[in-house]
């Protein structure tokens, strides 16, 4: 019960600062937007940090000089530049929207009593979090809790589960998105830690699928292939209370992306997570195929694809640039002139 009225206040207490933020600082215009994201794209593009993930073998055959900016407005305007037709694997950014789709599908009070929402304070990956909490009070953001994720979602199967992900994100998306291949037979060819992760959480009672089949869909999942503007129409989607503004179709209730946000304000980055919000004040999440995606809350969705990673497995050009958008648009929803 704590912890719901304690992600309803942070919620409550985001929405409060961004809409003080918003109000003093004026409507964003189509021109300072583009402006923004030209002078983002020139600032940055040149920046050689970073190297491509190469621990999944396919992606670092991935073209490092990708770099794509997208920005869709809550109300279905779309603003690009660079390379927003290259598509690079969705990875972890997939894990915010399965989040989602499960809170969406079971309520907000099962994601919390069947996966927990707290940041680990250890790496994504790591087993340790799974024995140090006896697969409980983990989130659906690192590995362990979106394996749990992912079994959680409904399905008759392992191919229904897969098919309704598939499809949940397409909506998001506003497109029908597709698998990689490649990168799917990469991973899922060396995934064996994912499967234990998967078996230790059944042997704790917090796995609600078959465990191999379920790292198998999660796999899937993070080979779903994306661009930069995808990217950004599905922060959009968030940013708009669930419903897409470019289809207008209802993807998830409004309720579902206020329990979605907090989330990956507290755990979207990786074991960079702080000092991104402190940085940024957006909920974010990034993946290791070189998206990442943000949300400014009744504002816009931005997508920055560029697939070379820092230490912390973020993209270093997709985190300078939606930085410096955030900081020209003054939309940082902690900016709060006084009164």
């Excluded at 379920?214 to 129409?233: G, P, R, W």
Aim: charged share 20%; with cysteine.
């Amino acid at each position: 019960m704590y912890k719901t009225y304690f992600v309803y206040l942070l919620t409550l207490l985001f929405t409060l600062q961004f809409t003080s933020a918003t109000a003093q600082g004026g409507e964003l215009s189509p021109e300072k937007i583009r402006a923004a994201l030209d002078e983002a794209y020139t600032k940055y593009k040149d920046v050689k940090e970073g190297k491509n993930a190469d621990y999944i073998k396919e992606l670092a055959n991935v073209d490092s000089k990708i770099f794509g900016i997208a920005l869709v407005t809550a109300d279905g305007e779309v603003y690009t530049k660079g390379d927003i037709e290259s598509m690079v694997s969705i990875q972890s950014v997939s894990k915010a929207f399965v989040a989602a789709q499960v809170i969406d599908e079971m309520g907000h009070q099962a994601m919390m009593d069947s996966i927990g929402v707290d940041a680990t304070g250890m790496v994504f990956n790591s087993i340790v979090a799974v024995e140090h909490h006896r697969g409980k009070e983990i989130n659906p953001l690192v590995n362990p809790g979106a394996i749990a994720a992912t079994s959680l979602v409904s399905g008759a199967d392992s191919a229904a589960i897969w098919k309704s992900i598939l499809n949940k994100h397409s909506e998001f998306a506003g497109r029908e998105l597709s698998l990689n291949m490649p990168v799917y037979i990469s991973e899922a060819g060396d995934n064996l830690r994912n499967q234990a992760i998967a078996h230790l959480l059944l042997a704790y009672g917090r796995m609600y699928f078959d465990p191999v089949e379920a790292t198998d869909i999660y796999t899937k999942q993070c080979a779903i292939n994306v661009s930069a503007k995808d990217l950004a129409v599905m922060g959009a989607t968030l940013a708009n209370g669930g419903v897409n503004p470019v289809t207008k179709k209802e993807v998830v209730s409004a309720e579902t992306v206020m329990y979605t946000l907090p989330i990956m304000a507290t755990a979207g980055l990786y074991d960079d997570s702080g000092i991104w919000y402190y940085n940024s004040g957006l909920p974010a999440k990034s993946g290791v195929g070189g998206g990442i995606v943000a949300v400014c809350p009744g504002k816009f969705g931005i997508g920055v694809v560029s697939p070379p990673l820092d230490a912390a497995g973020n993209s270093v050009k997709a985190q300078l640039v939606i930085k410096y958008v955030v900081e020209k648009l003054g939309v940082n929803p902690f900016m709060i002139q006084p009164k």
